[in-house]
């Protein structure tokens, strides 16, 4: 009995290790994001504030498969 409850507890142990853990990949639907600002295709400086409408604003982050 001990020697299978061991048996049993290694491999629970060794499969919580294989378990990945979550990454974190940028702010949730609906986060809040902090003040930024970046260069546009044309060169131009954008902030949050200026690219937000009437309604707020929806920002899209796409990771090239060539960077």
Known sequence: MRRSLTLAL????AA???TP???K???AVGDAVP???AA???????????V????GAMLVFF???DW
């Open 10 to 13: 290694a491999m629970g142990l």
């Open 16 to 18: 919580l290790a294989q």
């Open 21 to 23: 853990r979550p990454v």
């Open 25 to 27: 990949t940028g702010p």
């Open 35 to 37: 003040a930024f600002s």
């Open 40 to 50: 546009d295709q044309n060169g131009t400086t954008q902030t949050l504030a200026s």
């Open 52 to 55: 937000m409408g009437p309604k």
């Open 63 to 65: 990771r090239s498969a």
